[in-house]
């Protein structure tokens, strides 16, 4: 009884985020109440959401499972991409096992009173963020991703990469663990890309400009302009 009260809760929830977000939420997603949905997102079957933002037109494949993260605008995340969190000592402490360090009892028990080690990496320590992606990333099926970690606007992360660490803007990675494989553009035409902003558009501008998309030198010749008179 407890359980269909439970899922019937959840799915009323989910329908009101959707609601109000202009959002597609599909089934048997779990999001809870501090997740916030900006608008125009999809949220694919059995995927876990918890206490995050999610970006403007930012979708996430089935199976995920991301918490305590920052996802900027337009991003696409693809199928089983996860956040992988916890820290365990490597130097100094005798035992990696959390019952010398945590009050947490993650085994069921402890032998210390006050927890003596931080078991998180945050990749926002303001925000208490564990995982901060930018604008415009794209990550691939099965990726990994350890707390603290910060991904730059416009990266791309390969199909089965472990990420561990912050990655560059319009930088392609891939492997285990996740290396540079190349840049999407020239060093200036990322340069122009990062000052404009174009994900922080109104969605009409977005609508109305978007054959620009189609090739990175036609966008910059056109809106050249734009970023020169933003910045006087």
């Known amino acids: 009884?407890?359980?269909?009260?439970?899922?019937?809760?959840?799915?009323?929830?989910?329908?009101?985020?959707s609601i109000k977000s202009k959002s597609v939420i599909m089934q048997n997603c779990n999001l809870s109440k501090a997740t916030e949905l900006e608008g125009r997102n999809k949220i694919c079957?059995?995927?876990?959401?918890?206490?995050?933002?999610?970006?403007?037109?930012?979708?996430?494949?089935e199976n995920s499972k991301l918490?305590?993260?920052k996802i900027g605008k337009f991003c696409s995340i693809a199928e089983n991409v996860k956040l992988i969190s916890g820290q365990h000592p490597t130097k100094v402490f005798v035992s990696t096992h959390p019952a010398f360090f945590?009050?947490?009892?993650q085994s069921g028990f402890s032998f210390v009173e006050k927890s003596v080690f931080n078991e998180n990496k945050y990749a926002d320590e303001k925000s208490k963020k564990l995982l901060v992606i930018g604008n415009d990333v794209w990550i691939g099926a099965n990726v990994s991703i350890l707390e603290g970690s910060i991904i730059g606007d416009g990266a791309?992360?390969?199909?089965?990469?472990?990420?561990i660490g912050n990655l560059?803007?319009?930088t392609i990675y891939g492997g285990v663990p996740a290396?540079?494989?190349?840049?999407r553009f020239t060093d200036e035409e990322i340069e122009f890309l990062l000052k404009f902003k174009w994900w922080d558009k109104e969605e009409n501008?977005?609508?109305?400009?978007?054959i620009y998309f189609q090739d990175i030198k036609q966008f910059i010749f056109n809106f050249k302009s734009d970023k020169i008179t933003e910045s006087e």
Do not use: E, H
């Open 168 to 170: 560059d803007p319009y």
């Open 179 to 183: 290396k540079k494989i190349g840049c």
């Open 67 to 69: 918490f305590n993260s």
């Open 205 to 210: 501008w977005l609508r109305n400009n978007s």
């Open 156 to 163: 791309i992360v390969a199909t089965g990469a472990v990420v």
């Open 1 to 17: 009884m407890k359980d269909q009260i439970k899922r019937l809760l959840k799915y009323f929830y989910a329908k009101i985020i």
């Open 102 to 105: 945590s009050d947490l009892k």
């Open 45 to 61: 079957r059995n995927t876990n959401i918890c206490n995050s933002y999610i970006g403007f037109a930012s979708y996430i494949g």
